[in-house]
C-alpha cells in the first residue's frame, strides 16, 4: 500500500472503510479522528456509526434508507462513497479538538508485573531501567477496541518493545498494563491475551454507567506515573 | 407476569438486534445471530422489531408460565412444546398460566428465539437489551439464564385465536449444507489464482470451536501472493478474516469491533440469518456476488419485511 494514499473500498453491504494508508502515526491518527468528529456533527441519512482506527475511518450505514435517500446512485456504497469525499475536503475546515492529557497510575511490582523481568532481559535492561524508560514518555490513544475500553496506545521506545506472547495467557487480569511490540494498552476487562504484563492500574477504563462508557478515548495523550 | 426456568439451557440470553454507535469505544454490538427471526416474530406479535427475545441454544431451556402469554417461535426447529402439544415456528401461540414451554429435539437450526406479546421487562443498557457477555453486563443481569431465574413479562393474553402468520417468502431458506453468497474484501486481490479457486469452489466445515464470537472454517487452507502486515481496523458481522495458518474465521455477532487480519470477504446481509443457524460439522460453499447484487437483496428483504408490517398492525390491532 502507497504511503499517505487515499482509498476507499466496501467492508461488507452495509460499510465502508476510507484508508490514509497502513501504518501507525498520529499525523494520520488525527486526520481519522478529524474526518469522524466532522461526519458524526453532520451525518447522512442512513448513517449508523463509525470506528476510527490507526489509519482508518470505517462508516457503518442502513443501505435500505440511503439508498431510498439518495436514489440517483447505483448503490449505497457509492453514495456513502462520495459523501465521505465531499466529507474529506470540508473537514480540513473545523478545527482540531483538543487532546487532553491524562495520568494513569501503575503498580510496577512483581505479583503483577507478570512479564516484566521478560521484558527487561529481552531488551538486555534491568526492571528498574524498563520502567523508566516506560514512564518516560506521553502516549497517544490511537483506538479503541479489542475490549469495550481497551486504548491501543503508542508508540514505545524501542529499546523496550518487545513481541506479543508465543502463547496467549487465557487469564490477563483486569487493570493489566501490557506490551506488543511498539504499542501499549491496559486490559479493560479480564480476558484471555497475548500481550507482555508489565504492570496494573486501578483506573477504571471501562465505565458502563456513563454516557461515553469508557475513560479513554482516541486522541488523549496518556503519561504512566509509578504508583 | 413471569416465567420461570425450569432448565437453564445451555446458552440462553436475552437479545435483540444489537447495540448500535458503541463500537468506537472497543464496544462489540452483540444482538441476535439470527436477526431476521427476531424480526419476523417481533412484528408477528406486534411488537417493536427491536424488542427483547430469548436466543436459545440446544439442549434448550424449560419455562413455565406463571400468567397467561402470547409468544412466538423463530429460527431453529428445536421441536417445542407447550405441556405434550407440539407447536409450531412462525405462528402465534397462546400459553395457559401454568404451562411449560419445553424443547425435546434438534431437528434444526441452533438457535430458537423465544419473543412474547408486549415484551420482556428488561432494563436497557446504551439503548439495547443484548447481552454482552464478556462485559457481563445488558440483558439479564450480563449472564445467561440459570434454573430457577424469572423473567418478567408486560402483558397478559388478552386474546387466544390467531390465523396469521410469518408468509414462506420472508423466512430465510435454512440448510445444513448451504452455499452462502460473498462480496470480496480488501485483501480479496491478494488471494493466489488456487486460493481464490479453493474458496469459490470447495466445501469448507464449521470447526467445533465456533461460537457467537466467530464460526472457524476448516477446509484446504488459502494463501496470498504475499505476507501482508495489516494496522488494526474496523470489522463487522460477517467479516471473513484468514488467519496465519491457512484458515479462515467468520466473524459473528459477538466480534470484537477491530482487528488485523486480512478481509478477504465478507459475508452478504441477507444471508447472516442462515450462516447464524449453523453449527459444529455442518459444511457451507461460497458463491461471489457483486456488491450491487448483494444491496438488492437487502432493498427486497426490506421492502418485502414493510410489506408484512402493514399487513400484521390491521390483524394485531383486530
Redesign the interface.
Known sequence: MKKNHVKIFPLGDNALTLSFGNEISPELNKKVLKLANFIEQNPFKGFIETVPAYSSLSIFYDVFRVRNEFSDFETAFEAVKTFVENSLKNSGKINKKKSRLIEIPVNFEKEFALDLEFVASENDLSPEKVIEIFTSKTYRVYLLGFLPGFAYMGELDAQIATPRKNSPRKKVPKGSVGIAGRQTGIYSLESPGGWQIIGKTATELFTPEDENPTFLQAGDLIRFTEK | MSLIFQKSGILTTVQDLGR?????????PNGAMDKTAVRLINILLGNDENEAVLEIHFPASALEFNESAIIALGGADFGAKIDRNQIENWRPFFVEKGQILSFSTKVRGNRAYLTIKGGFEIEK??GSSST?L??Q?GGFNGRSFEKCDEILFNEKAKTQNFDYFVSDNLIPKYKTSPTIKI????EFEFLTGLSEEILLNEEFTIANDSNRMGFRLSGKPLYLLDNI????????F??IQLLPDGQMIILMADH???GGYP?IA????TNLPILAQLGANDKIKFELIS??E??DF??KF?KDLNFFKLGTRTLVRR
Open positions: 448500535k454507535g458503541f463500537k468506537r469505544f472497543g464496544l462489540n443498557w446504551l454482552n464478556q462485559a453486563i462480496i470480496v474484501g480488501a502486515e495489516l494496522v488494526s481496523s474496523a470489522v463487522d460477517g467479516t470484537q469491533t477491530t478481509r465478507h459475508i452478504i446481509s456488491l450491487k448483494a444491496e437487502t432493498l426490506e
